[in-house]
Structures are given as structure tokens and as C-alpha cells.
């Protein structure tokens, strides 16, 4: 039996399978540069984070209609299931779709479609987070919080930052992150994944984020290491992620046990599965086996993915 745990960083379009991604793309009539899933699987090798967001936004053309991210987020669930999540929160990432003709209300009422019957079939509790693209302006990421409006505090729970890091720091999106604090909504960012430790500080600082997604480069900054500590802010690790594009150069230079040694909410998490090669269940056996962690730094891991959710403190009981 896997660990109970919870995942936190997921981003929902980083599950489309290859096999999925062949099959949407015959029912929606879309032309894939590749002959098959194991062709499309084979050109799964990374140089950065620029060259895995290439193909990921390539990829998603193939969602079209709100069953399609119905069909996508089940799939995952039910991988999930299996991996002993007990409750998801989920990223989407809306400006990737609406930009290609797709509605917002087509993806949140068919994500939403696949989450609400998540516990029912899966045991899973969930949240829906939805993602700004940092590569682009922020006018566009207003935009978007704007149509997102009437979907706050029923199916999207918080926003997010993602894509392109360097060069796109968090302070550029300080105004939508106050209208979504104002608006009641969670507040997470990736930083410090492929930008320095100012880029984690920015997002607490300017952004006043609750957790921080991948987080990594913060322990190049010891005085920032001890303020995330001190304030117990939790940290979305996803080891495989890491070194498939070469934030770390193999699972066993991982930072995670220092993270851990330090102090640090550190969790677990897959990111983009489907291309990164595992889910979270395999990246906590990866770590395991990679890095020595013990029995007890397994369990801490599960426990400080519960500490680290949006879930109230009652859910939280029932799902751990
Ligand atoms: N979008 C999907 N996966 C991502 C990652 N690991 N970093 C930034 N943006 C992403
Ligand atoms: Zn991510």
C-alpha cells in the first residue's frame, strides 16, 4: 500500500500521456509532427525548462473540448488514486487554451466535471489552482483573472505562476496577485526552480505567496532557508522534474535531504508526469532509492504534504 499523501504541484496538461495524445488528437482531427506514442515518447529528452515547455504547449493542442479535460483529469485521478493521493490540488493553465480558441468555461467545467467526482470514485479530495504564464504580460494574466471571476471560491480555489522563469520574475504580476489576495483566493508561485533564491524571496515579499513550487535554489540563500523555516512556509519539490530538466544532475545530487536536514516544509510531487517519467508514487520510490531516505523521512514527507495543502483542518484528519 503507497503512503497516504496529498500532491500539490501538478499541472493537469503535464499528464496527457502520449497514448492520450493520439487518441485526442484523432477524435479532434489534429495533425501530431510524430508517427506514435513510443515515437512521441522517444523525443522526451530535455535540454531546460525551455525545451520541455515547447513540447508540453505543442502537446496541448490536442485538448479541445470540455470532455477532453474531463477525460485527461480522470486519468490522472485514477493514477493518483493508485499512488495513495488522498487529496490533489491541480494546476491548469487557462492563456495556454484560451490563446488557441479554447473557452475557459469549456476547461473549468470539464476539469471541474472530472474533480467533483473524484471522491466519490477515487477517495480523493480536491482543488483547482489556476496558473498564470509568466512569459507573458501581465495585462494578459488580468485578463484571465477577470473571466476567471465567476469561478472563485466554487471550482478555483487560488492562482499560480509558471512557465519560463528566468526573466520574468515574480514582481511582475504583483498587481493580479492583490486583486486575487482581495479576492479570497490561495497565492502560490513557482520559484527558485530554474531563477535564483531572489526569485523565492520576490514571491514571498512582493507576491505574499503561501507556498513556494519548487523552491530548490532557495538553499543557495541560508538567510532565506531560515525565514521559509522559521515561517513554516511549505516548498512543492518534484525530484523527477528537477533532473529531467537539469535543475539537479541526477536524483542522487538532489537537494531534498538538506532541504529536509534544514528544516524546511519540504514535499514531494510529480509536476509534468507524463513527461518527466513518474508520478508521485515513483518519485517518492525514487527518492528513496536514490537518496537513502529513511522510513521516517518517507512518513515526514507524507505528513508535511497534508500540513501544506488548503485543506481545513478537519479535512486534513480525515484525508492523512
Ligand atoms: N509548466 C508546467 N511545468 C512547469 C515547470 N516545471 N516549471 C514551470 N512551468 C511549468
Ligand atoms: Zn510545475
Redesign the pocket.
Known amino acids: 500500500m503507497p503512503i497516504p499523501k496529498a500532491e500539490l504541484?501538478l499541472?493537469i496538461e503535464g499528464t496527457l500521456e502520449p497514448e492520450l495524445a493520439f487518441a485526442l488528437a484523432h477524435r479532434n482531427g489534429v495533425d501530431l509532427p510524430y508517427s506514435s506514442p513510443e515515437q512521441l515518447r522517444a523525443a522526451y529528452a530535455f535540454d531546460d525548462l525551455q525545451s520541455f515547455l515547447d513540447l508540453y504547449y505543442q502537446l496541448m493542442d490536442v485538448l479541445r473540448t470540455e470532455d477532453d479535460f474531463t477525460e485527461l483529469a480522470e486519468a490522472y485521478l485514477t493514477r493518483a488514486a493508485a499512488a495513495g493521493v488522498r487529496h490533489a490540488e491541480i494546476?491548469f493553465d487557462p492563456q495556454a487554451h484560451t490563446a488557441r480558441g479554447v473557452e475557459l468555461d469549456d476547461v473549468v467545467r470539464g476539469l471541474s466535471r472530472a474533480l467533483s467526482r473524484a471522491g466519490e470514485r477515487h477517495g480523493i479530495s480536491t482543488r483547482l489552482i489556476m496558473c498564470f504564464l509568466r512569459d507573458l504580460p501581465q495585462e494578459s494574466a488580468l485578463a484571465t483573472f477577470e473571466a476567471a471571476r465567476p469561478w472563485f471560491g466554487r471550482a478555483i480555489s487560488g492562482v499560480g505562476l509558471?512557465s519560463a522563469e528566468v526573466g520574468h520574475p515574480p514582481a511582475k504580476f504583483a498587481d493580479v496577485y492583490a486583486l486575487a489576495r482581495e479576492a479570497g483566493l490561495h497565492l502560490v508561485a513557482?520559484a527558485g526552480e530554474e531563477g535564483g533564491p531572489e526569485y523565492v524571496r520576490e514571491a514571498l515579499d512582493v507576491l505574499g505567496v503561501e507556498r513556494i513550487?519548487?523552491g530548490i535554489r532557495s538553499m543557495e540563500d541560508p538567510e532565506l532557508v531560515k525565514e521559509l523555516v522559521a515561517r513554516r512556509v511549505p516548498l512543492t519539490v518534484?525530484p523527477f522534474?528537477n533532473v529531467r530538466l537539469r535543475c539537479v544532475d541526477t536524483l542522487a545530487d538532489h537537494p531534498l535531504p538538506a532541504m529536509l536536514e534544514a528544516g524546511l516544509v519540504a514535499t514531494v510531487n510529480s509536476?509534468?508526469p507524463a513527461y518527466f517519467g513518474g508520478y508521485v508514487d515513483e518519485n517518492f520510490a525514487g527518492v528513496e532509492r536514490a537518496l537513502g531516505l529513511t522510513e521516517d523521512q518517507l512518513r515526514l514527507l507524507a505528513r508535511n504534504s497534508f500540513e501544506a495543502s488548503f485543506l481545513e483542518d478537519d479535512e486534513e484528519r480525515r484525508a492523512a
Open positions: 504541484h499541472h494546476f509558471d513557482h513550487d519548487h518534484c522534474s509536476d509534468d
